[in-house]
């Protein structure tokens, strides 16, 4: 082991392609791998530039970071990309103190950073008899003489690396995804225990402990907060359907035209309104729906039902009856006059270009204000928002507000998580500027499209 010689499966044909390992080294497995392949003559035949790529990308999954990357990247600068070709060698003369000077590092830690790139199979040990590298070379400039760092071994390995870069990447994308979801998830569990109620707080509590014990496995925390979120999910609609159950019993035992009968909506179309038959109920307000073109659209919604039914499904109503007028009103894609002008200048156009990271997300295309509406519901869970606080805003102010103001603060939580500490106050708190009259949705978007 103390002797020069060389650690080759077969005898080279070209003595003075035999990698040679100093006797002061301390010899290894992958040192001696290394060796072997260096002693190989049918080196593939492998372009600089793609060496240096796949190494690069490689090098954080077999370990090489901070010093031992400089070291590299410093070979991958002096050696030849001539040096690749068949019939030549690939080696890099520069001494350990030369390395030492450039890096900043001590000698020691340079030798270390060397053998972790040899034993990793980037390079092998070509040592001279007296233990310095040169490299002489002939008037043509093939190598005569070649002593020191060899990338042979690299080239042999380069396919073996690439498939490692890539799983180094996809464990990457993975952990990235895993850890907005763990975000989103959490969030949208304390919305919904907000909306079932504080009996329901332990849910909260054990969503807490998760993300705390599991943070060093962001993709089981996730599973986790799935299956949490999903039973409280179910807790919520449980409730849900349990107080809209005896109303609509009660209903029933009345016929229709009775004091407490069902509502029944009837439209009738005019020329330019939509109006349904007003009721006697003590609480009824009204909204007045103008569209683009001056025509108006008239629904009388009751604040609070006559008969004892949940607050939820009666917002619900309210909706699907002001979304029906409008469509019935054959208006298509223009938006309504509920937002008060905050959509002045914004066009679905601008909303495609600023809100790339949200169409990925959900995996929609914003190419038409229908698209965008679609994908409301996709938008609400992404930013952890309740359903019930949704509505509360489409009442307000229509369908479309909303829905924009949906993709911008999903946008922002993705492209910078730390940004908006709680993205569903955030949603709420811009409605509620566009019931002020304050809110600045176009220079929103024109900044998130130019950044």
């Known amino acids: 082991m103390g002797q020069d010689k060389p650690f080759s499966p077969r005898e080279s044909a070209n003595p003075s392609a035999r990698p040679h390992i100093a006797s002061f080294r301390k010899l290894s497995d992958g040192i001696l791998a290394s060796a072997a392949l260096a002693a190989h003559d049918d080196r593939p035949e492998i372009a600089k530039a793609e060496l240096a790529r796949t190494l ?6 077999l370990g090489i970071r901070r010093t031992a990357y400089q070291i590299l990247d410093i070979l991958l600068g002096l050696v030849r990309p001539e040096d690749f070709a068949p019939g030549k060698r690939p080696v890099v003369a520069i001494s350990n103190e030369r390395l030492m000077q450039y890096t900043g590092a001590s000698i020691k830690t340079v030798s270390r950073c060397l053998k972790l790139l040899v034993e990793a199979g980037i390079l092998a040990y070509r040592d001279s008899p007296t233990g310095r590298r040169y490299v002489y070379r002939k008037h043509d400039g093939t190598p005569d003489e070649a002593y020191g760092l060899d990338f042979t071994p690299a080239c042999f390995n380069l396919d073996a690396f690439a498939v490692l870069a890539d799983e180094y990447r996809d464990a990457l994308n993975r952990e990235r995804n895993a850890k907005r979801a763990v975000t989103r998830l959490s969030r949208a569990i304390i919305d ?11 849910y909260a509590s054990y969503a807490e402990k998760l993300v705390v014990e599991l943070r060093h496995d962001p993709e089981a925390c996730a599973e986790w907060l799935q299956a949490l979120y999903d039973d409280v999910l179910a ?13 609509s019993k009660k209903a029933e035992m009345f016929p229709a035209g009775g004091q407490k009968g069902p509502r029944l909506y009837n439209t009738t179309q005019s020329p330019s309104v939509f109006s349904r038959n007003k009721r ?15 025509s108006a659209v008239e629904m009388a919604l009751e604040k609070k039902p006559c008969g004892a039914g949940s ?4 917002q619900k109503e309210q909706v699907d009856t002001v979304e029906t007028g409008y469509m019935r009103a054959g208006f298509g894609e223009q938006r309504t ?11 679905i156009g ?4 600023a809100c790339s990271l949200a169409q990925t997300e959900t995996n929609a295309q914003f190419k038409s204000w229908t698209d965008l509406c679609a994908a409301a519901g996709d938008l ?12 509360q805003a489409v009442l307000r102010h229509g369908k479309h507000l909303p829905a924009a103001c949906l993709a911008v603060v999903a946008e922002k939580a993705l492209r910078d998580p730390k940004l908006i500490a709680s993205p569903g106050g955030y949603f709420r708190a811009m409605i509620d500027r566009a019931s002020e009259h304050k809110l600045n949705l176009k220079k929103s978007l024109f900044g998130l499209a130019h950044s």
């Not at 006059?337 to 066009?347: C, I, R, W, Y």
């Open 380 to 391: 609400r869970l992404l930013i952890g928002l309740s359903e019930a606080g949704y509505t």
């Open 311 to 314: 607050q939820t499904q009666h």
């Open 56 to 61: 690069k990308r490689a090098a954080p999954a």
């Open 280 to 294: 006697t109920c003590s609480n009824e307000q009204e909204i007045n729906l103008q569209t683009d073109n001056g």
């Open 350 to 353: 601008l909303i495609q270009s």
């Open 235 to 247: 807790v919520v609609e449980n409730q849900r359907q349990e107080k809209t159950k005896e109303p």
């Open 337 to 347: 006059q509920l937002d008060g002008g905050n959509l002045e200048g914004v066009s």
């Open 192 to 202: 919904l225990v907000e909306a079932a109620g504080p009996d329901h707080s332990d």
